[in-house]
């Protein structure tokens, strides 16, 4: 499995652009995580998903996020409109359905790296 | 939400040295898991503890959860340079993980 699969691994663009980050999870994961992290407050949960619907977006900073998941391989976070302080790296995050001895651990994909100009 | 901290921030260590890092939190832990990450990279999945008083190892890396389900720590035996990174623990259960701030691990050679 090529595991979670994360795009652009790397976005510069000026304040007030839209910017769109994409996630496949692994194939069978039902829960999808975004998750920022800076060096100032750490990785942060933004929202997550079980089975393509959203279940807590609390952790999402301002109107100006929005993710969705049209379908179990594809979720998008979105920007809308870009500041500096949105500077962070995005990480989307996958996990097996719970049952029995599973883990639930967590497979991060490389990150998205925005920087917001 | 119910954080977990982490103790120290940083650590530097020579070559061959120990280290420990810690996670408190204020409240029971259902289960807590850790995570490595190399600079530059993502959080990997090293190790979860369920039970009350927990030890797991890995090489030499030691996992260990505290009586009262409140604590826990990684401890690395002889640290090597590939031991490089930032240690996360995360409470998890049925809901989302909640990650510390981590420890920042620098070796030197």
């Known amino acids: 499995d090529a595991g979670v699969i994360q795009s652009p691994r790397h976005e510069v663009t000026e304040m007030g652009q839209e910017v769109t980050l994409r996630c496949k999870p692994i194939s069978g994961h039902d829960y999808l995580f975004w998750y920022r992290q800076t060096m100032m407050r750490g990785l942060e949960l933004l929202i997550y998903?079980?089975?393509?619907?959203?279940?807590?977006d609390s952790g999402m900073p301002e109107d100006r996020f929005s993710a969705k998941m049209p379908n179990a391989s594809f979720s998008t976070l979105k920007i809308q409109p870009s500041e500096p302080r949105d500077s962070a790296v995005y990480f989307c995050a996958s996990r097996v359905p719970l049952a029995g001895p599973n883990t639930g651990e967590l497979f991060f994909g490389e990150g998205s790296r925005l920087t917001v100009l | 939400g119910q954080q977990v901290m982490q103790i120290p921030q940083y650590q530097h260590v020579q070559e061959g040295e120990d280290f420990t890092t810690y996670c408190n939190s204020s409240t029971t832990l259902s289960n807590i898991q850790w995570y490595k990450q190399r600079p530059g990279g993502h959080p990997v999945f090293l190790i979860q503890?369920?039970?009350?008083?927990e030890v797991k190892k890995q090489k030499r890396l030691t996992f260990q959860f505290g009586e009262a389900k409140k604590n826990s720590s990684l401890h690395i035996t002889a640290t090597q340079t590939t031991d490089v990174g930032t240690y996360f623990c995360a409470r998890s259960g049925n809901t989302p993980l909640v990650f510390g701030k981590g420890t920042r691990l620098s070796v030197i050679a």
């Open positions: 998903f079980n089975n393509n619907v959203p279940i807590d």
């Open positions: 503890l369920v039970k009350s008083g």
